[in-house]
């Protein structure tokens, strides 16, 4: 039954693997990361650039659909805009040829004067309402950036722990920052352009027909040679702002991991190294915007070119009739002006397309990120945990079987059944399975066969909040926040007051040591914790799992980071901390063990001895070698 049940979890990293490899490793297998992995298959790319076409439409329709109204009224301003624009050039015609006649003729200049008056009120309609589309469009834009930061940070938070093993920091940092910068750009200083341009060049083409098909037909003879040049630009261009993408993307990683284990690197002399390959990454960089640079360089002058070409073949051609009487001056004045305004918005063509380009890289990223769908995912009908006054935290593993990605078994059939209240403590080799059983009940991976239970449900039945509630897991390195010790106690509880959280460190033992802080409670502990101590890291990490007050406590190698007298206060803190609740406790340093009212031993996925350490230790048999062989390290 519960071996159907979702996927086969993801692989978890392996020596080399991103998620928790240190800076060394980190810098030595960068040229993969941030590329998207596409298929060897024949038609396997093109299917994949379909693919992440279709996503990115669906992510940008996603976003633009709460502001119908908005993009309505964006809709009306640029067309008026671009309608006053238009008019400008088709009056200076109509004052060349029937303003300035009149006046020669001493009748007067009135219609000279309303001609001036309607290029008046034209520019100033143009300027009203190209000011209003560029104020809504800034807003419009602006809380379309909001809306998509939050998704890409809500989405991070569900994707499960797997996702994140193998997905670097900062590549994480590269999709919320560079990413959506790239957007930010494209909706900030190009949108309008580019639809200001559109307008004016469908609009200018059907004014230049109007005014003089002859004129028209040599204006638009360039126009093939311009298709061509855009449609090479298009698909060098597509290329380049994603290699460009995926290059600021390395160069983020490697910097966010080196800087993030910058004692690794120094302790390990990794500095020379680590610059080595920053220096090669940030040169490829630099050549994937050398790239896309030279196409602008090659794009913009040759349009210009085009333009000013046609011009000088217009002012040829209409000069000659002009002379011949066929065309009036007025005529091919405005025709000039229509040419100059169909050839200037290629330049803002090309310059956004700049920006649509990288924007649109961007976004095939933050749409194949969000459309990740989690490994351990909600379940569509939530089962509520048993409510009553009776003990609750019993575990229970059913045929469980396990194993990474495609990778041997982990787990071969487990049955374990852990009574509400009770202390185990599960040792064993290295490999063992130990802390995929922890994980398997914190329910970072679903099993690929039989169940985990808590209190009798399912955990694939629980919603993520009352698992969360319930189970909660203590590793070595307990990550404390930038923020107040306070802040750090309450974390699991954000509205616990200020006297719970004194409680729950005094319960703990901590209580002494954050009074002896300079800010007590207010402390700021500084980043990850590096104001403080191991030992005081896993004090104010004890306070927190106290306040929480979960049903099951995941404690896995808690101490063994730690020295010994830092030990001790830590164990008097956990026999606090484990009183009337369910607890697992993984250690290597057999000292922690000692606590434990039950001892699992655990060798190749299997438990090969179970019941309680003094009757283990008389049996003699592998938990007893293993206390040995303990006993002999420390002596």
Known sequence: MSASRGPAPASPPGPGATGTRGPSAAADGWRGVAAEQEPDEPGGRAALLLDRAGRSRRLLGSLLRPHPAPIALLVVLIVVSGAAGLAIPYLVKVGIDTGIPPLVAGRGPGTLLLVVGGVLGAALLQGITRQAFLR????????????????????????????????????????????VEAISEMLGSGFDRVVTAVLTLAGTAAMLLVLDARLA????????????????F???????????????????????????????????????????????????????????????ALYMPGTKLIGNVTVALVLLYGGWLALRGTVTVGVLAAFLLY?????????????????????????????????????????????PLPAGPGPRGAV????????????????????????????????GPTGAGKT???????????????????????????????????VVMVTQENF???????????????????????????AIGAHEFIAALPDGYHTRVGKRGGRMSAG???????????????????????????????ERLVQRAMATVLAGRTALIIAHRLSTVEIAQRVLVVEDGRIVEDGPPDRLIAAAGRFAALRRAWLDSIA
């Open 396 to 427: 229970r593993f059913e045929g469980v079987e396990f194993r990474y990605g495609d990778g041997p078994p982990v787990l071969h059939r487990l049955d374990l059944a852990i009574p509400a209240g009770q202390t185990v403590a599960v040792v």
């Open 339 to 383: 040419l100059r305004q169909f050839y200037e918005p290629m330049q803002d063509l090309s310059q956004f397309y700049t920006s649509v380009q990288s924007a649109g890289a961007a976004l095939e990223k933050l749409a194949g990120v969000l459309e990740e769908r989690p490994a351990v995912a909600e379940p569509a009908r939530p089962v």
């Open 436 to 470: 995929t059983i922890a994980k398997l009940i914190a329910r970072f991976y679903d099993p690929v066969a039989g169940r985990v239970l808590l209190d009798g449900v399912d955990l694939r039945d629980l919603d993520e909040a009352t698992l969360r509630r319930n």
């Open 480 to 506: 404390l926040f930038s923020g107040t010790v306070a802040d750090n106690i309450r974390f699991g509880r954000p509205d616990a007051t200020m006297a719970e959280v004194v409680a729950a460190a005094k």
């Open 217 to 232: 037909l040599v204006a638009l003879l360039p126009l093939p040679v311009l298709v061509l040049l855009t449609l090479w």
């Open 136 to 179: 809504l469009s800034g807003r419009v834009g602006q809380d379309i950036l909001l809306e998509l930061r939050r998704r890409v940070f809500t989405h991070f938070q569900r994707l499960s722990l797997s996702f994140h093993e193998r997905y670097t920091s900062g590549r994480v940092i590269a999709r919320l920052t560079s990413d």
């Open 536 to 566: 005081q890291r896993q004090l104010v990490a004890f306070a927190r799992v106290f306040l929480a007050d979960p049903a099951v406590l995941i404690l896995d190698e808690a101490t063994s980071s730690l020295d010994v007298p830092s």
């Open 234 to 296: 298009r698909r060098e261009s597509t290329i380049a702002y994603r290699r460009t993408r995926e290059a600021v993307a390395l160069v983020i990683v490697h910097f966010v991991e080196s800087m993030t284990g910058i004692r690794a690197v120094q302790a390990f002399r990794r500095e020379d190294r680590n610059q080595e390959i920053f220096a090669r990454l940030n040169a490829d960089y630099r050549d994937a915007n050398r790239r896309s640079m030279h196409l602008n």
